[in-house]
């Protein structure tokens, strides 16, 4: 496995996996909040990554795209961690870890001081992984609005930071 910077070939692997990570997490109930949720991600942000996230994306590789991650800028001094994925059969073999310490590198060589993201309360594993790897759990906000960013539908969504 491999993690590199993302290349417009990577596109349609990039989206599929959003796709298909999506779904794992779509509750039954929120099917329709979902799909427009990933609809409006996939048009405002997966579909122009280079414009949207610049030099600041990666993918995991094994053959196949695997994993992905990116970073947006917020401030001079803070990044937010975004889109942080890995199919379902490559997880727990160190994929998520290797795609967080590239978007970390990245961080410190751009001279960010502090990494933010949020996560829904659906991604426990993710939580896991960040509070492990030293982010701090900042503020929960319930029932946060639907955006490109948030699926919205009423689900708590978990804010976290960590100083590099």
């Excluded at 803070?78 to 994929?95: H, I, N, Y």
């Excluded at 946060?144 to 100083?163: D, F, I, V």
């Amino acid at each position: 496995m491999i993690v590199r910077a993302y290349r417009p070939a990577d596109r349609a692997a990039v989206i599929e996996l959003f796709r298909a990570f999506m779904q794992e997490l779509t509750p039954p109930a929120l099917e329709a909040e979902f799909r427009a949720y990933v609809e409006r991600a996939i048009r405002e942000e997966l579909s122009r990554i280079e414009h949207y996230y610049g030099e600041a994306f990666w993918v995991a590789e094994q053959e196949v795209v695997i994993g992905m991650v990116g970073i947006e800028r917020h401030t001079p001094e803070t990044a937010e961690l975004r889109r942080m994925a890995v199919a379902r059969a490559a997880r727990r073999k160190g994929v998520g870890r290797a795609l967080l310490a590239a978007a970390e590198g990245f961080c410190r060589q751009a001279g960010y001081r502090k990494v933010v993201l949020s996560t829904s309360e659906l991604q426990s594993p993710a939580r896991r992984l960040y509070e492990s790897s030293g982010y701090g759990l900042v503020r929960e906000e319930r029932d946060a609005p639907a955006s490109h960013k948030s699926a919205g539908a009423g689900l708590t969504r978990y804010h976290y930071e960590k100083m590099l």
